[in-house]
């Protein structure tokens, strides 16, 4: 409501502003229009040179975010997905993930910073006051409201009702429960179970089609076979959950042609055994091209480099796939070392 609408009596004393008539406030009446207080001019509305200066510091941040953004493409194009950088306290962190987080963070910061202080520093700060109407109703609609509210109430018989009123009401309130009861779907947390899968020293790799160990001669330059762990059984309970993080990929590649030196180590005369499950969304990798040695993920096309360390080369996984060491028992049957380097599956969470 503005002081025109208020009667001359509600309004309290004047005090002279540089803006005109404006009122302190009265104590016997709360509703009275205080009006504007005395407009105070900033440092930089009387020196031009305090005025420059924040020029400068909006012009300033203005320019940081030009360079993050430029340091944002250049991350982008120079840090491989895998490599990792130690921050404390957080850990080993995707170093591309990281540099690309603080150079886009710095940039809209800088932005918002510059856009800011221009506000408050150098725009216009002029208080204006914006007349309006009284937004409540007259007297008499109101009356009229009433009067249907509780014609409407007693045509319900909401208080004669009493045991209607009180179940109604526990309906109500009991109702949102069913919501709050299914957050518990969200849990528990899944702690170190993802990190592990069947896979531990001395377990025999099987053949998923013939459900046989398999000897090294079994794998033939060129192919893609894929393993479980022995005593893993199709008809077992658990047998979908443990094959979604167990399931294995073999190739054969020339030792020389191997660029890795970890993945030479943990390999049998060429033959390399990785994680079957894409680190993009988890799809199973199906595609392998023996002259390029690339694997090839058919949801959304991620594909991998098996003669380098099963490096993402293109799309959307974020992290290498995890390889298994193996070696051959005195029987002449590939077995595992131990257990995949790191959890296997979609990169959710950061890897050791
Ligand atoms: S799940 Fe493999 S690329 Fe998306």
Redesign the pocket.
Known sequence: MSSQDIPEENLPAEQGTAHGAVRVADEKNPFADPGLPPHEHRIQDIDERAAKRSERTVALLFTLSMLATVAFIASYVTIPVDRSVYIFPLGHLSALNFALGMTLGVALFAIGAGAVHWARTLMSDQELADERHPIEAPSEVRAKVMDDFRQGAKESALGRRKLIRNTMFGALALFPLSGVVLLRDLGPLPGTKLRHTLWSKGKLLVNMNTNEPMRPSDIIVGSLTFAKPEGLEEHDHEFQTEIAKAALMLVRIQPDDIKDKRQLEWSHEGIVAYSKI?T????P?SLYEQQTHHAL?P????TFDLADGARVIF???GHALPQLRIGVNDEGYLEALGDFDEPVGPAFWERG
Not at 280 to 283: L, N, T
Not at 299 to 302: P, T, V
Request: hydrophobic share 20%; glycine share 14%.
């Open positions: 894409c993009h969304v988890g799809c990798i993920c949801c959304h096309q991620s799309g959307p996984a």
